[in-house]
């Protein structure tokens, strides 16, 4: 069957760094998501990796390792706003997307 | 730019009750649409796609249904609901093919209890 593991739950001090990891065993890849949820909203994207190697956007960035199956989201000098859900989803061979079941990322002052 | 809205908020709904939730895309042209449902401590599950007007793919056998009447506009309904269909709907769209990132953009979704 096809799998995604992240997580359930990290705890963060405002102004750190914080990685976020995700594996995954699927039938094929066409690429990998990470999508930010705020509790009670709708999840917002945030990168898109479909090549091995580092995607970097502002504070947030994402590795792909497809070799492994792992990819990781890392967010630097975090804000209290950063808490949220963050979800690993994979497209498979039939561009499907398969969703993890999120992170919950807690920040403390 | 692009807009996805999706109604209602919330609802509260008794067992056996009907159900339709509604959602439309704006600035786009022949989007491919999706319902999930999102349960507590699990991952988003996919209920229903659309690639064009009428043509639904269903991946979960339920009691829900999906129609798309037009272009842009996509409904999730169901004639008896069970208290197993209480959670967090979401519609969202992506460009037309599968190639490339072709983002999911959510609606803010719709909050279901059923009692």
């Known amino acids: 069957g096809q799998n995604i593991d992240q997580p359930t739950e990290m705890t963060a001090t405002e102004g750190a760094i914080v990685q976020i990891n995700c594996t995954y065993q699927t039938s094929g890849f066409n690429g990998l998501f990470w999508y930010q949820q705020h509790a009670g909203e709708a999840p917002t994207f945030l990168s898109y990796?479909?090549l091995d190697g580092l995607e970097e956007k502002g504070r947030f960035s994402s590795f792909l390792s497809r070799s492994k199956g792992y990819s990781y989201l890392l967010l630097k000098e975090l804000q209290m706003k950063d808490s949220a859900s963050y979800l690993c989803?994979?497209?498979?061979?039939?561009?499907?997307?398969?969703w993890g079941a999120g992170t919950k990322l807690i920040i403390k002052p | 730019s692009q807009t996805i809205h999706q109604w209602p908020a919330t609802l509260v709904q008794p067992v056996g009750s009907p159900l339709s939730l509604e959602c439309t895309v704006e600035?786009?042209?022949?989007?491919?649409l999706y319902w999930y449902r999102q349960a507590a401590g699990r991952g988003l599950q996919l209920l229903f796609y659309?690639?064009?007007?009428?043509?639904i793919s269903s991946e979960v056998p339920q009691n829900l249904s999906a129609s798309r009447p037009q272009d842009r506009q996509f409904i999730l309904s169901s004639k008896k609901l069970l208290l197993s269909d209480s959670g967090f709907y979401l519609c969202?769209?992506?460009?037309?093919?599968?190639?490339?990132?072709?983002?999911?953009?959510f609606g803010a979704g719709s909050r279901l209890t059923v009692l």
């Open positions: 989803a994979v497209r498979d061979s039939n561009y499907q997307l398969i």
């Open positions: 990796n479909v």
């Open positions: 659309s690639v064009g007007i009428g043509q």
């Open positions: 600035g786009t042209s022949n989007p491919n």
């Open positions: 969202a769209w992506s460009k037309m093919g599968a190639s490339g990132a072709n983002v999911l953009t």
